[in-house]
Structure formats: C-alpha cells, structure tokens
C-alpha cells in the first residue's frame, strides 16, 4: 500500500503519509535545578545531567550531525560508550537513527 500513497504537499511530490512526520507536536516539560534547591524544597530527583554535546552540518548531512555530539557529550560528561545502557536519537526519521547507528559503530 505505501507505493500507492499520494504526495501530500506537491502533485509530483515525494513526501507521502507514509515517510513524513505528522504536521502536530506533542509538549513536555523539565524542571532543571541545583541539588541543594532540590533538598530546601522537598523534592527528590529523578535524573541527573553529566554532560552534553552539541554539533552542527550543512543542511545537507543533517542526518549525522548526533555522531559528532555523541562523543563530545560523553567526553563531556566523563563517561565511555560501554557505561551507557540506552540511547534515544529524537528525530522524526529512523534514517537519523541508523546513519547515527553506522557511523558510531554501534
């Protein structure tokens, strides 16, 4: 069926229902504060920041831009690839995932 899709945006288009991000998004919220505020106020972390990383590209190589952060973060936060346990790339596209995935050997 998602041959069959189709495009959305353009009559020529490539961009089907089948390979775009929806046109909503969700919301969240964070709470960031210093661990003393935490115990004056009462409240018990769940989480702790170590570090973090940030890079760029050319629009064009957007998609591998989190294999260049990665290992700033983690030399940031003073850790190596085997102490981590889970990773999230949050991006709309699996292709962002498995480039980030091949690049980092991972």
Do not use: C
């Not at 041959?3 to 775009?20: E, I, M, Q």
């Not at 972390?45 to 629009?59: S, V």
Request: net charge positive; glycine share 6%.
């Amino acid at each position: 069926k998602i041959p069959s899709l189709r495009a959305v945006f353009k009559k020529d288009g490539t961009v089907t229902a089948a390979n775009a991000s929806t046109l909503n998004d969700g919301a969240a919220a964070l709470l960031l504060m210093s661990e003393e505020k935490a115990k004056r106020g009462g409240y018990k972390p769940i989480a702790r920041i170590l570090g973090y990383g940030d890079a760029e590209k050319n629009p064009i190589d957007f998609t591998t831009a989190p294999a260049d952060a990665i290992p700033l973060a983690l030399k940031h936060a003073g850790v190596e690839k085997k102490d981590v346990d889970f990773w999230e790339i949050n991006e709309a596209f699996s292709a962002v995932a498995l480039a980030n995935q091949k690049n980092l050997k991972y």
